[in-house]
């Protein structure tokens, strides 16, 4: 369980400056679709590296992690203007 919530963490801390790049572009254009989906390699990588693998019962906990990320990324970037 801890090493879950360390790689939770991980994933919402390495999402913020995605989603924060991602709320300043045009919906649907290629960089939009990197600052979505490049940080999935970090994700997978984080996962792998901590020994989570592939269980079943961690991908709700890292998927809210990750949208998280992105949400308050995209909401810094709104308060920054």
């Known amino acids: 369980m801890n090493t879950l919530l360390a790689v939770a963490s991980g994933v919402l801390i390495v999402n913020l400056p ?7 572009l045009r919906k649907f254009s290629v960089p939009w679709f990197a600052a979505i989906h490049l940080p999935i390699l970090l994700v997978v990588g984080m996962r792998l590296l901590s020994g989570l693998g592939w269980r079943l019962a961690t991908f709700p906990v890292l998927l809210g992690a990750y949208f998280a990320g992105q949400y308050f990324g995209g909401v810094l970037r709104r308060r920054a203007r």
């Not at 995605?18 to 300043?24: D, E, L, S, V």
């Open 18 to 24: 995605f989603g924060f790049w991602r709320a300043g």
